[in-house]
């Protein structure tokens, strides 16, 4: 029997977590997608600490009409979250999911809110 898919979502986890990892000068912008949420964090992996975090359920993000334009909100949140922390450049880690759909309206929602990567 072949993999769930969250055993396959996990191994391609692993697999870009051997390339991607954040510093101080760049931390790495990590993405968790749930069924309902769409969550974010800004993290030091030098520190393991996390920087700057935001979610479909913060306060500031109100729900739009669709899943794609709440996941761009909470990117252009955690933008203007990490650019007021002085940080501007960052690793995109998409955890394992394909960059398409949410992933990609938040990672575009991030770009709009002024992060490079």
């Known amino acids: 029997m072949g993999l769930s898919k969250e055993e396959r979502r996990l191994r391609i986890r692993r697999r870009i977590r051997k390339t991607v990892s954040g510093t101080a000068n760049a931390p790495r912008l990590s993405i968790f997608r749930s069924n309902k949420e769409i969550y ?3 993290i030091d992996d030098t520190t393991g600490k996390t920087l700057v975090a935001a979610s479909s359920r913060d306060k500031g993000v109100e729900a739009q009409e669709n ?10 949140s955690v933008a203007e979250k990490a650019i007021a922390a002085g940080i501007s450049v960052v690793k995109f880690d998409r955890g394992g999911y394909l960059y398409h759909g949410r992933v990609k309206s938040l990672a575009e929602g991030a770009r709009e809110g002024g992060l490079k990567f």
């Open 67 to 76: 899943k794609q334009l709440t996941a761009t909100a909470v990117g252009k």
């Open 40 to 42: 974010v964090q800004v």
